[in-house]
Structure formats: structure tokens, C-alpha cells
């Protein structure tokens, strides 16, 4: 059973503009939120995270939206590079960040010139 | 941020034969350690949960006989992958758990293939 739906599988953005990559989950116990970058051949690494009792975190050009009654969240990335290109991850863990983590399906993101 | 190592970066087998990965915490202790196993252009399954001095915590329908994990220092977290098979070929890829920071680091993976 898939508790973190990710969605669009694959996205493509030309630079300057804005990508936008949506989650919805299903586990209310759920309560950290974060969103990983991987490149293709290594780990992923964390990019920005939210817990619900915020609606909106924002850390440079990511930013996260948080939409609890809807239980989802989304990440946005404004000004996107080609530099960004990779894919991305959402994910979720009850119990903060020391808890194992349920992720989505993960998102190819390509920045075109 | 905290760095992860894993080693070896690659390896391929020959199948029926065990191979151990290895993955270290560098400048931080870390109680906890994840084992995840992520299939090409698919997203990262959690295969266990390894805490530091006591048995690890297997999802389900992960095998603990055929994926032995030993968490037998604050820094060191080892998979082993027993009697391999090709359908065994797989990234895996370790989190370690730094309270310092307060979040999770993931090494930079280990591709195994298994002929």
C-alpha cells in the first residue's frame, strides 16, 4: 500500500520557471515532511522539511506548502536551473526525524535551456 | 551537514555467494541506522530499521536470514547480503540518524549485481 502518493511522475520545466511537485499521503500519525534530491548513481540528500504546524517553510528557491485538512504538501522550486535537474523525492515519518521514512514515488525533474 | 560513507561503492558477485556493505557514520555517532534497497528509476523501500547494541527491526517481507544487519558500533552499520541471487541486484543505500542536526543523512549508495 502506497501512503505517500507522488505526482507528476516526470517534469519538465524550462529554466527560470517554476517547477511544482505534489504529495498527498494517507497516515494522519504522520508528522515530519521532507523532500530529498537525488542525482542518478548516489544518495539522496535532504533538501527542505515541515512539520504540520506550519503551512508554508521556505529556504531559498524551495518552498514547501502544507495543506493538513487535505493532507498534502507540495514543493516548489522558482527560478529553476538546469542545475536541478534530477529527481526528487517526498517523503514522510511519524515520530519526527529519527523515525524511518515513507517516501513517494519520485519525480524526474528536467530543466531545459 | 554529517557525512555517511558506504562501502564498497560497487561490487558484482557471482550468485550464491555473500557480500557485506558497509556504512559508516564519519564525524558523527548514530543510534539508529536505515537500510534501504531502491530499483532503477523506483523509489527507496526501508528494508530495516538498526539500532546500535540490539537486533535489527525488519519490514515486512524483508527477509532477516538472507539480509543480515549488525549495528555493532555508534559508527558502523553493516549489510549483508547472504547466498545472492540476480534478483538480489538492486542500490542500497543506508540513512544514519545525527542528533546533532537532528535529521536523517543517507550515504551515496552501494550497486550490487549479482550474476
Known amino acids: 500500500q502506497q501512503q505517500v502518493k507522488q505526482s507528476p511522475q516526470s517534469l519538465i520545466v524550462q529554466k527560470g520557471g517554476i517547477s511544482i511537485i505534489n504529495c498527498a499521503y494517507e497516515n494522519t500519525a504522520f508528522d515530519y515532511f521532507p523532500w530529498y534530491q537525488q542525482f542518478p548513481g548516489k544518495g539522496p540528500a535532504l533538501l527542505i522539511a515541515i512539520r504540520p504546524d506550519v503551512s508554508e517553510k521556505k529556504e531559498g528557491r524551495f518552498t514547501i506548502s502544507f495543506n493538513k485538512s487535505a493532507k498534502q504538501f507540495s514543493l516548489h522550486i522558482m527560478d529553476s536551473q538546469p542545475g536541478d535537474s534530477a529527481t526528487y523525492f517526498c517523503?514522510?515519518?511519524?515520530?519526527?526525524?529519527?523515525?524511518?521514512?515513507?517516501f513517494g514515488t519520485g519525480t524526474r525533474l528536467q530543466v531545459t535551456l | 551537514g554529517a557525512v555517511v560513507s558506504q562501502h564498497p561503492s560497487r561490487v558484482i558477485c557471482k550468485s550464491g555467494t555473500s557480500v557485506k556493505i558497509e556504512c559508516r557514520s564519519l564525524?558523527?555517532?548514530?543510534?539508529?541506522m536505515f537500510w534501504y534497497r531502491q530499483f532503477p528509476k523506483k523509489s527507496l523501500m526501508l528494508m530495516a530499521t538498526?539500532?546500535?547494541?540490539?537486533?535489527?527491526?525488519?519490514e515486512q517481507g524483508v527477509e532477516k536470514d538472507k539480509f543480515l544487519i549488525n549495528h555493532a558500533s555508534l559508527t558502523l552499520s553493516t549489510l549483508t547480503v547472504t547466498s545472492a541471487h540476480p534478483e538480489d541486484s538492486s542500490f542500497y543505500i543506508c540513512?544514519?540518524?545525527?542528533?546533532?542536526?537532528?535529521?536523517?543523512?543517507f550515504g551515496p549508495g552501494t550497486r550490487l549485481t549479482v550474476l
Open positions: 564525524d558523527f555517532q548514530a543510534t539508529t
Open positions: 538498526s539500532n546500535e547494541g540490539s537486533k535489527a527491526t525488519y
Open positions: 517523503a514522510a515519518s511519524k515520530g519526527g526525524t529519527a523515525s524511518k521514512l515513507t
Open positions: 540513512s544514519a540518524w545525527d542528533t546533532k542536526y537532528n535529521e536523517q543523512f
